[in-house]
């Protein structure tokens, strides 16, 4: 019986390889080779400004500089700040009280104090110093003498002027003055003088004033200047933007990275992103990178001569001593004027006073206008800008961008006479296995060892002789 055969199964064919994948794109190229500087790079910590303060205004990072065009030393960059251990670099964290009794006269009669034994004491302290009769000194304040008082004398007399209390008692005084003590006497003719406060205050306003408006007339003009100094500086512009490629160099791929400007601050931390090599950070670099770029352009500190006086002057300050003496120049003008003796005596000062306010009011006014352009150059809020604060980070920038320079130059010298040792080394060996002009070496390795075998043996020689004369000589002299 015949046995049939299973029906074939036919199956179906495989399907087919995948396709291979598309070839990379340059965005997923520019996309990788960003990651990996990301992981090769140290960064620079800096604090970027947005695009929107920047775009669209006349600025630092919007004017066109003349040195933007000069390509970075890109491999300098990755020998010195390449992240060889792939961590983050460490910071470098580098005023009895005196008893004085009462005085009492020739006659034995004790003198009376309207006033208290303290203040008696500090009054007759002070009149000491005017060295004069008390009517006369009386006289001179009713008469506006202001030239006849020591510098400052005044504002302590100013000090000791007595209370309302105090001077309704010394004003219903009807006795013998000559009973009183000197300073109560003083006193008493003093307070009966009318208006006696406005006359003092007058004649300290005479000796104050216009020193202290020239003061203030130099030091609104070392800020204007130093303003100025920031504004038209043309190299300091050049280095600025060559830290910006640079900070955009070691950051690109990361989120500070692109930057289109950066604050000032960020200048001054330059010097915390260490290199590889021992001693040096980014301030080194930009020092080195700016003398390829031009050698000029190193002396910027000693361009801005105004920079380091302004970084001691408090802005606000100085607003606020000018607006004081325009209040007390216009106190003094309204009380002056209810006297009529005493108005005749301040005519002609308040005249000149109210010039000199106006005229340092101008250059108020200008260093204001100064400061507000300084202030959008660097893309900066005017209403809290202060230069003070942006003159202190020049001023140190300055000083740590001229340490680098330094440095770098002693790094270079130090470099030369280390190659040049390295050469002599190499010249002497050389010559030891130079050939003879008959080209047979003068030298062999045999010859070598003989000659210094020999040398040995002589100075082992010259050892034992120089051993034995020094016993003979010893025995000899025992």
């Known amino acids: 019986m015949e046995t049939s055969s299973p029906p074939a199964v036919f199956l179906p064919p495989p399907p087919p390889p995948p396709p291979p994948p598309p070839p990379p794109t340059p965005s997923m190229d520019a996309?990788?080779?960003?990651?990996?500087?990301?992981?090769l790079m140290r960064k620079f910590n800096w604090d970027t400004i947005p695009c929107e303060r920047v775009l669209g205004r006349r600025n630092l990072w919007t004017i066109q500089a003349s040195l933007d065009s000069f390509e970075l030393d890109t491999e300098r960059i990755k020998e010195l700040f390449s992240n060889k251990d792939?961590?983050?670099?460490?910071?470098?964290?580098?005023?009895?009280?005196?008893?004085?009794?009462?005085?009492?006269?020739?006659?034995?009669?004790?003198?009376v104090s309207l006033l208290s034994s303290k203040k008696s004491m500090n009054i007759a302290i002070l009149l000491k110093q005017f060295k004069r009769p008390i009517h006369r000194l009386v006289r001179d304040i009713r008469e506006g003498n202001a030239t006849t008082f020591k510098s400052g004398t005044l504002k302590q007399l100013c000090k000791l002027l007595p209370d309302s209390e105090e001077a309704k008692k010394l004003l219903a005084f009807d006795g013998i003055i000559t009973h009183l003590t000197e300073a109560d006497q003083f006193m008493v003719r003093l307070v009966k003088q009318p208006g006696y406060e406005a006359r003092i205050q007058c004649l300290i306003l005479k000796e104050e004033f216009f020193p202290i408006m020239d003061d203030l007339r130099r030091l609104i003009a070392v800020m204007t200047a130093a303003a100025?100094?920031?504004?038209?500086?043309?190299?300091?512009?050049?280095?600025?933007?060559?830290?910006?490629?640079?900070?955009?160099?070691?950051?690109?791929?990361?989120?500070?990275?692109?930057?289109?400007?950066?604050?000032?601050?960020?200048?001054?931390?330059?010097?915390?992103?260490?290199?590889?090599?021992?001693?040096?950070?980014?301030?080194?670099?930009?020092?080195?990178?700016?003398?390829?770029?031009?050698?000029?352009?190193?002396?910027?500190p000693r361009r801005l001569k105004h920079i380091r006086a302004a970084a001691r002057i408090s802005t606000n300050e100085v607003h606020s001593d000018f607006q004081r003496e325009v209040i007390r120049v216009a106190s003094i003008s309204e009380d002056s004027s209810k006297y009529e003796d005493l108005n005749s005596q301040m005519e002609t000062f308040l005249k000149r006073a109210d010039l000199t306010l106006a005229?340092?009011?101008?250059?108020?006014?200008e260093f204001q206008g100064?400061?507000?352009?300084?202030a959008e150059y660097l893309c900066e809020d005017p209403t809290s800008f202060k230069l003070e604060e942006c003159c202190s980070i020049f001023k140190s920038f300055g000083e740590k961008f001229d340490q680098a320079i330094?440095?770098?130059?002693?790094?270079?010298?130090a470099d030369r006479r280390r190659e040049h040792q390295e050469r002599l080394c190499v010249g002497s060996i050389g010559s030891l296995a130079m050939p003879t002009s008959?080209?047979?070496?003068?030298?062999?390795?045999?010859?070598?060892?003989?000659?210094?075998?020999?040398?040995?043996?002589?100075?082992?020689?010259?050892?034992?002789?120089?051993?034995?004369?020094?016993?003979?000589?010893?025995?000899?002299l025992r």
């Open 31 to 39: 996309f990788s080779r960003c990651v990996q500087r990301r992981a």
């Open 86 to 111: 792939n961590g983050q670099p460490k910071m470098s964290t580098t005023v009895t009280q005196a008893k004085c009794d009462l005085p009492s006269s020739k006659h034995g009669i004790q003198k």
């Open 228 to 300: 100025k100094e920031l504004l038209e500086s043309d190299d300091l512009q050049s280095i600025i933007r060559l830290v910006l490629k640079v900070g955009n160099y070691m950051n690109e791929g990361c989120n500070t990275g692109s930057a289109i400007g950066f604050k000032m601050a960020s200048l001054l931390r330059l010097v915390d992103t260490k290199a590889n090599k021992p001693g040096m950070n980014l301030m080194h670099y930009v020092a080195m990178q700016a003398k390829d770029m031009d050698p000029s352009l190193l002396n910027f």
């Open 359 to 365: 005229g340092v009011e101008l250059s108020w006014k």
């Open 370 to 374: 100064t400061k507000d352009s300084l």
């Open 406 to 413: 330094l440095e770098n130059q002693k790094r270079w010298e």
């Open 438 to 476: 008959r080209g047979i070496p003068s030298h062999t390795d045999s010859d070598m060892e003989k000659a210094l075998a020999s040398l040995l043996a002589e100075n082992r020689s010259s050892r034992r002789k120089r051993s034995t004369s020094v016993t003979q000589v010893t025995a000899s």
